[in-house]
């Protein structure tokens, strides 16, 4: 009930095992089994059974800090983990992949998934962990947004899971490098051309003009 109370009745007598068969809402299903022994009437049988909170995961990703970045070369994102609702001293592991938000599929490079893993025991229930990945960029062509998917483990048994593709907190944006526009046309110094060839021009006229006084004086003698 309500107060965490559960009754059973008209039980034959001998040995029984009781179990969870469903936990309560926002509570992780307790798996251990527990054997009781009925042999009388009226018999009352404490059990402590605890629930554990479902955890809560919150990602931040950036690239040095950045939610944006230009592609060239190698590329570490960080995936900044907040989560509540842990066992202090208890082993978790958390478990990332990167996810290309235009397909909604995992982001690949040289045909390889981007994954991280990360083991950690917490202190106290709520806190951080951050969990990075590490990639050579310099094959994205095109703008690409990348978001980062996180799966928490307990046991080997998966126990959260934070991974939405809409997320901006889980998301960074690369950005090809811009182009460099090549430069047209003829950028010579028409100035001094148009000078050069006038003095050719000047001295084409000039050896004219000789040749034909050196004729007349020929033709005067």
């Known amino acids: 009930d309500k107060d965490g109370v559960f009754t059973f009745e008209n039980i034959p007598y001998g040995n029984w095992i009781i179990c969870e068969l469903k936990a309560a809402d926002g ?10 022994q009925i042999n009388s009437n009226e018999q009352i049988i404490e059990i402590n059974v605890v629930n554990d909170r479902i955890p809560e995961l919150k990602t931040t990703a950036t ?4 939610k944006k970045v230009t592609a060239g070369g190698k590329i570490t ?12 001293g208890k082993e978790y592991v958390i478990k ?3 996810m290309d938000k235009s397909t909604g599929k995992p982001f690949k490079v040289d045909g390889k998934e981007i994954t991280s893993e990360v083991k950690f025991i917490p202190e106290k229930s709520n806190g951080t962990v951050t969990v990075t990945f590490t990639f050579d960029s310099s094959e994205i062509k095109k703008e690409t947004d990348i978001v980062v998917f996180e799966t928490l483990y307990r046991d080997g048994v998966e126990i959260a899971t934070h991974a939405d593709i809409k997320d901006e907190g889980q998301t960074v944006t690369v950005k090809i490098p811009a182009q460099k526009t090549p430069k047209t046309g003829d950028e010579r110094n028409y100035g001094v051309c ?4 006038s003095i050719a021009l000047g001295g084409a006229f000039s050896a004219l003009i000789l040749k034909i006084k050196s004729k007349k004086d020929e033709d005067d003698e």
């Open 27 to 36: 509570y992780l299903e307790n798996t251990e089994i527990h054997h009781v």
């Open 63 to 66: 690239v040095d800090g950045k």
């Open 77 to 88: 994102i960080d995936d900044v983990v907040e989560f509540k609702h842990l066992i202090p």
């Open 96 to 98: 990332g992949i990167l």
């Open 194 to 197: 148009i000078g050069i060839g």
